[in-house]
Nanobody, 124 residues
Framework: VQLQASGGGLVQAGGSLRLSCAAS????????MSWFRQAPGKEREFVAV??????YYADSVKGRFTISRDAAKNAAYLQMNSLKPEDTAIYYC????????????????????WGQGTQVTVSS
């Protein structure tokens, strides 16, 4: 499986963006597909994950971001609303192709497949 993230850009605070993660190769909805982000000088941090129909979010984005998956298109999305300057980061989609791994779905090491990242910049 390979992942291709897209949809990033420059937006004003309060605006919205929709990120896409297209997968080549078969993915399974019961396996975790996630979004992480990495701001300059910081470690990559968990944003959201979709697994087996359930979704989970970091507290910092809960109520503003929505993760979804489209099995027919073999893709995942991250709808980001009410964006804040602190949301500025490179956003990465990740996929766990084994159904298991170290830590859990909120941990970076749980994922063995990553997209190349897409830059999101939120101006104040």
């Amino acid at each position: 499986v390979q992942l291709q993230a897209s949809g990033g850009g420059l937006v004003q605070a309060g605006g919205s963006l929709r990120l896409s993660c297209a997968a080549s190769g078969r993915t399974f909805s019961t396996y975790a597909m996630s979004w992480f982000r990495q701001a300059p000088g910081k470690e990559r941090e968990f944003v959201a994950v979709g697994i087996g129909g359930a979704t989970y979010y970091a507290d910092s984005v809960k109520g503003r971001f929505t993760i979804s998956r489209d099995a027919a298109k073999n893709a995942a999305y991250l709808q980001m609303n009410s964006l804040k300057p602190e949301d500025t980061a490179i956003y990465y989609c990740g996929y766990n192709s084994n159904g298991y791994g170290p830590g859990g779905p909120r941990e970076r090491l749980f994922y063995d497949v990553w997209g190349q990242g897409t830059q999101v910049t939120v101006s104040s």
